[in-house]
């Protein structure tokens, strides 16, 4: 299983709504799906599991939404920590698991 | 509170070997699967294999099977990742990750190790 994460980078104002998307090649249960977010210089961190399950501690402006091939992970509205790379992840058969691409969200 | 923390980072030339650790705290660190995972320099997030350090079953992606060695020893919740003959593509950030026990996904990460191959 392929993941595509679209756009490949998102420039958006504090405030505004971010929507980020994530292809699977065939068909994934959602259960399998998260969501990880990785800030410059920092590890990657859990944002959201089973495809809309926000992690501990991770603020209610944070969504995740989708079934099947296409997954989303919306920021309602953005704040300035918010700029970071987002990347969706899922565990399947052959590889276990995989990543997409990232998106990278900027401020404009 | 659960903690991975990593080994610092290195500065290899390439044909040595190394090992790098991650070392678990805050919960059985027995029953949860460790993951690695690459991280080349301004790349996305590549998963290299597992280990369940209670009985040390190990799974590696098809990309590096072969490359690197996974262990874990139990008895001191640290997790390993070596090589044995560095070369220059290796040169990337390594971090370990903690599976859940639910849903497949990685909930816990390390701070990540630096690795870099130079002659």
């Known amino acids: 299983i392929v993941l595509t994460q679209s756009p490949g980078t998102l420039s958006l104002s504090p405030g505004e709504r971010a929507t980020l998307s994530c292809r699977a090649s065939?068909?994934?249960?959602?259960?399998?799906l998260a969501w990880h977010q990785q800030k410059p210089g920092q590890a990657p961190r859990l944002l959201i599991y089973?495809?809309?399950t926000r992690a501990t501690g991770i603020p209610d402006r944070f969504s995740g939404s989708g079934s099947g091939t296409d997954f989303m992970l919306t920021i309602s509205r953005l704040e300035p920590e918010d700029f970071a790379v987002y990347y969706c992840?899922?565990?399947?058969?052959?590889?276990?698991?995989?990543f997409g691409q990232g998106t990278k969200l900027e401020i404009k | 509170e659960v903690q991975l923390v990593q080994s610092g980072a290195e500065v290899k030339k390439p044909g040595e070997s190394l090992k790098i650790s991650c070392e678990g705290s805050g919960y059985s660190f027995s029953n949860y699967w460790i993951a690695w995972v690459r991280q080349m320099p301004g790349k996305g997030l590549e998963w290299m294999g597992i280990i369940y350090p209670g009985d040390s079953d190990t799974r590696y992606s098809p990309s590096f099977q072969g490359q690197v060695t996974i262990s874990a020893d139990k008895s001191v919740s640290t997790a390993y990742l070596q090589w044995s003959s560095l070369k220059a593509s290796d040169t990337a950030m390594f971090y370990c990750a903690r599976r859940s026990r639910e849903g497949g996904y990685f909930d816990y990460w390390g701070q990540g190790t630096l690795v870099t191959v130079s002659s």
């Open positions: 089973g495809a809309s």
């Open positions: 992840q899922h565990y399947g058969s052959s590889p276990l698991y995989t």
């Open positions: 065939q068909s994934v249960s959602s259960s399998y």
